[in-house]
């Protein structure tokens, strides 16, 4: 049996060497220079895209002798190296060229296959069609009346800020939940109703977001009277007609979540619907209400309907605090929202159901994951005959992560100046977390940030996943901790490690990128006056992050 190599810098020249299912790909290049007569030099491995790790070997990786690698070298000059014309194979050697290392940090978007055929691809979810599947539906309702021209608020709160029209704002907020819902990839669709004297279905449900944003930022309020109640059943009625004839993949209807979100000024002022209509038709059909509403009028009643049904009425004072709000993930996603049990409230009359408004909210926090709650304990130090005997470390997913525990253990422990400080739980090696120092000379070297970090099963083809738990002000990470980080995301390969991870992390704490950003607002920050960033960070720092090592772990449930 026969693997078949290209090497792409000698005009994509083919060799084939014997296959060997134990081979690692470090063995495996020094192989293939030893073969080819190539120089020393750093090169890697390829396949479908995505660079090798040096310490798998094929059989863990799924590699088979029908598939094709690919040889890469890290020097740009190297080009038009003879390689021996003759393609037959040789007894396979671990000798062979010690100076063969391994890079890292290539740009690939692709991953290969594992021993069950299956694969992951990071850029399927942003694919308006793709093969995803649907876990939620959201119909954003808007009010096109005319009083939507007036100013949203009284005075900008904010020196230098323009002040905004209602439909302005409206739309605003909404472009930052469809930008955020793009950047997040959240497996979602949304549709669109406006309302005035009329409601009326502007866009039905859909991924195409580009096209979409574009139809959301043509809207005019130009529009008499306020149908809210008949819009909000429209909207409703909407998706329950798609969920009934659905052209792309929904979830199983106990795990899909569908959500009116309405943003209005005013009070329903037909005969059209009530809002005890409205009720009903949303318990009937399990369509949660969240909603905005701008100035006084017509707030309680809206508040009253949210609740009612699970949701939550939102409020911002400035055009600031509502984008800020509506980068929140548990605004955008309603499975990350903290209890969340739609319609548990009974309701069986009008004046039960007004009585519920008044709660209003500035922010909403997401929920902690159950894996990262302060109960489940993990350690600084594990017991690794347990975990091996354990059978948690046998699956090839299980062997790689604690291979990097220990790795990441090894380089600590010879780093006295290392900023990492690692814990995992013996019963869950997915689920570790990671205290960090800040960078020296940057505003966070005060801190210690506590991180979350997850495994998936199809690791490493697909990349772990890393919060920050503790709070930081950064335009790059956001204010639930999720971080901004292209090897996270679509630069991920199988060669990266969670070493190579933090350092990366450490790295953007160092020097963010406000070009990139996730908070759009401290990236204004930023880019306008930097030192007003530093001084917000370290106040942040100072808020969130400025805990000793023994009251992290009292917090945390670390030891």
Request: charge should be negative.
């Amino acid at each position: 049996m026969a693997l078949s190599i290209t090497i792409t810098f000698s005009n994509n020249k083919k060799i084939c060497v014997p296959y060997k299912s134990t081979i690692t790909i470090k063995e495996l290049i020094q192989s293939i220079c030893k073969r080819s007569n190539l120089p020393n030099d750093t090169y890697t491995l390829e396949i479908n895209g995505a660079e090798l790790y040096e310490d798998d070997n094929l059989e863990e990786l799924g590699i088979n002798d029908n598939m094709e690698l690919l040889l890469k070298s890290s020097n740009n000059l190297m080009s038009n190296i003879n390689i021996p014309e003759n393609n037959t194979t040789i007894a396979e050697t671990n000798s062979g060229n010690a100076g063969v290392s391994i890079t890292t940090f290539q740009n690939s978007t692709s991953n290969i296959n594992n021993n069950n055929n299956s694969s992951v691809n990071n850029n399927e979810i942003k694919n308006q069609n793709g093969n995803v599947t649907i876990n939620c539906i959201d119909m954003i309702v808007l009010d096109l009346s005319g009083s939507m021209r007036l100013s949203a608020f009284k005075g900008s709160k904010v020196p230098g800020e323009l002040e905004m029209t209602r439909i302005e704002f409206a739309q605003a907020i909404f472009q930052t939940f469809i930008d955020k819902m793009v950047s997040y990839e959240l497996s979602a669709a949304c549709g669109l109703v406006c309302f005035g004297s009329s409601a009326q279905l502007t866009f039905g449900i859909t991924r195409n977001f580009d096209s979409f944003s574009n139809e959301l930022g043509e809207i005019q309020a130009n529009m008499g009277n306020t149908h809210l109640w008949e819009a909000i059943i429209l909207a409703a009625k909407t998706i329950v007609d798609f969920r009934n004839n659905p052209n792309i993949k929904l979830a199983a209807p106990e795990k899909l979540l569908c959500r009116v979100f309405c943003l209005s000024d005013g009070e329903d002022n037909s005969n059209s619907s009530t809002m005890l209509d409205a009720y009903d038709y949303l318990k009937k059909n399990n369509v949660v209400l969240d909603c905005i509403p701008i100035g006084l009028e017509g707030r309680s009643r809206l508040s009253a309907l949210s609740t009612a049904t699970g949701g939550s009425c939102f409020i911002a004072d400035s055009s600031q605090e509502g984008v800020e709000l509506f980068e929140r993930e548990a605004l955008l996603s309603l499975a990350l929202r903290d209890n969340f049990k739609p319609f548990s409230i009974s309701v069986s009359n009008i004046t039960e159901l007004e009585s519920l408004g008044g709660d209003f909210k500035k922010t909403i926090e997401r929920k902690v994951d159950a894996k990262f709650s302060p109960s489940i304990i993990c350690k600084s130090t594990v017991d690794t005959a347990a975990i091996e005997s354990s059978g948690m470390s046998k699956s090839y997913s299980g062997k790689r992560v604690f291979k990097e525990y220990q790795e990441l253990k090894e380089e600590i422990k010879n780093d006295k100046n290392s900023p990492y400080t690692v814990f995992l739980s013996e019963n869950d090696l997915t689920a570790w977390k990671v205290i960090i120092r800040g960078p020296s000379n940057s505003p966070y070297e005060q801190g210690l940030f506590v991180l979350s970090v997850t495994f998936p099963d199809e690791y490493p083809f697909k990349p772990m996943t890393v919060r920050f738990i503790t709070k930081v002000y950064h335009c790059n990470i956001n204010n639930d901790g999720y971080i901004c980080l292209d090897v996270l995301k679509d630069c991920w390969t199988p060669s990266l490690t969670i070493s190579k991870i933090l350092l990366s992390i450490s790295s953007l704490l160092t020097t963010p990128n406000p070009d990139d950003p996730l908070d759009v607002v401290k990236a204004g920050v930023y880019r306008d006056n930097k030192e007003t960033f530093n001084t917000n960070a370290r106040e942040w720092v100072r808020n969130y992050a400025g805990f000793t090592i023994a009251d992290l772990k009292k917090i945390h449930g670390l030891e």
